[in-house]
């Protein structure tokens, strides 16, 4: 039997599981040229509650009472085209949320399930690998000696964007959500210091008793106060590196905050966001790097599994109260 | 005789005359290995606001009951330094406001009368048109056929900015204060479009209907909202450049706004401030290659000369007010 999960209606702030409907549906058969795949692992990410919203933006949105697309590891389990063998395993980025589909075979990347864990393709041998990988290459630009801040610092990105921070020589405190996450930072992760912003009155002072010699590179995943809060202790020359800003993603107005274009001026400060899909031509360098420091144990990773189809809807909304600790992916 | 203007008073706000103060003092003597200036043309920048706060920011700020120091044009009355000439004129980033000074000559250039009009030399010939070049070279990188929205487009910067955003081929508007100088950027300086802030209730629309193509540069003299609306238009990839944030220099609390990082995620935008002080290397390119498009009439300029050495403190505030067309400068 198969299953599919649609937009039912587009979230108004947080979404709800409301705003999705599981059908069951017929298994479909592939045509010739296609492959039929079964879906092992589904990749929940912040980003894609921007593709709820019926806006344009780097990615077309998500139609309503279509299915959801994403990153998805599959199985292969019938092929009519030669490329794709049975029993092989491939990463899809935009796969549909169903259980069994078809593929032209477009767009999916094969991998090997020797090398790594299945679910390590979607995140740091996947798209929040490079996106770590990328963002901290061409924007961050680390030097020896520098200090790193990171927010979300226990998750997905985060973690990888910290544990790069350690391999460039730099100092680098993460920022998360519970005394749990600050502990994983720090003795799994390897960084100098954590701050629990659940936990924190004041985090500008935090940043600044974390941070003696001032924030040189901060990664934002959360955008808000958080940002405020690294900006009032960013050095000259610093980089803000704006990876996503999920404290705002529900929000159904733009919120006010403190208006930074002074500090950007008399700090020289750069701000910039990014999309990993632009970078295409710096995925293969960006994965081979990435698979080098986990052979030589610099890179660790957590991940959140939850397994079940039907729970894919929830997962993604858990997403917004931090409750994964590193990548979420649902298992099939 | 001989006089000086002190910073009497930090400014609270907008500066008044009574934050300053006006000394006759002696006419100093030049020491062995020093020269005597006399002062021809003295700039008044609104950066030096910054400087009179008493907090860190790219340059120390100004003493109180110190005399205040810029950029000036001066001429050498006599000479105990053999590199200068009696006659000769020197420009200096930071001499004081003095009618007559002694240096010992570390830190002036020499200007050549003939060249162009000494007071081009602290304008588009100085810092002024060296902020334009540098700030579109390194963060603007400007291409064919862009849309380039410059505010404070009929001032000093901002008309240069503008120019070399024709030279490279792009569409460009210009935001200003007044019908005059919305004439004075499209007829003199050649911009294509030109929107008066002051007379236009909502800029987003405004700058939606000047920029049907949406705006791929925007070169930022003021903050605010002005900023709001240009980013409200930004293209993907679009890049702002933080010169200046002028509309907020006088705030004595920082102001709050709509927060703009979800907008530089989902439109990979770069925002950039810079100073040019620290593109020194860059200076002689900038300068030469202003120098011939002025000579190739591709580049024009304005200025509004203010006459009389106590008129300076007036001349300052009424930047503020945007009552200069082009580069401000005293003539003494």
């Given at each position: 039997m198969n299953k599919e999960i649609l937009l039912k209606s587009r979230p108004k702030g947080r979404p709800t599981k409301d705003d999705f409907k599981i059908n069951e549906i017929d298994k479909p058969k592939p045509n010739d040229g296609e492959v039929l795949l079964k879906s092992k692992y589904v990749s929940v990410d912040p980003y894609m509650r921007g593709r709820m919203r019926d806006e344009k933006s780097y990615v077309p949105p998500f139609q309503l009472n279509e299915p959801i697309e994403g990153g998805i590891i599959a199985e292969v389990?019938?092929?009519?085209?030669?490329k794709f063998k049975i029993g092989e395993y491939v990463n899809g980025?935009?796969?549909?949320?169903?259980?069994f589909q078809t593929s032209t075979g477009e767009n999916l990347q094969k991998v090997d399930s020797s090398q790594a864990p299945l679910s390590a393709y979607l995140g740091v041998l996947g798209l929040t690998g490079i996106t770590a990988y990328v963002g901290l290459k061409n924007i961050g630009n680390l030097k020896e000696g520098e200090t790193l801040v990171v927010s979300g610092g226990s998750g997905a990105v985060g973690s990888i964007v910290g544990q790069i921070g350690k391999i460039k020589g730099c100092k680098v405190v993460g920022i998360a959500g519970s005394d749990d996450k600050v502990e994983t930072m720090q003795k799994?992760?390897?960084?100098d210091g954590g701050i629990n912003y659940d936990t924190t009155d004041d985090m500008k002072k935090a940043i600044k008793e974390a941070c003696p010699n001032g924030v040189d590179v901060y990664w934002d995943n959360v955008g808000g106060e958080t940002l405020d809060a690294a900006l009032a202790n960013i050095n000259k020359h610093g980089r803000i590196?704006?990876?996503?800003?999920i404290s705002m993603y529900n929000e159904t107005e733009i919120p006010k905050g403190p208006r930074h274009e002074s500090t950007l001026v008399k700090k020289s400060v750069r701000m910039q966001g990014f999309i990993v899909r632009d970078h295409q031509d710096q995925f293969a360098e960006g994965i081979q790097q990435i698979s080098k420091w986990m052979n030589d144990g610099k890179i660790k990773y957590s991940e959140t599994v939850v397994e079940g189809f039907e729970n894919i809807p929830q997962a993604f909304i858990d997403l917004f109260d931090g409750k994964n600790e590193g990548k979420m992916v649902v298992k099939i």
């Open positions: 389990i019938e092929s009519k085209n030669e980025s935009n796969l549909q949320w169903k259980i799994k992760f390897g960084f590196i704006n990876c996503g800003a």
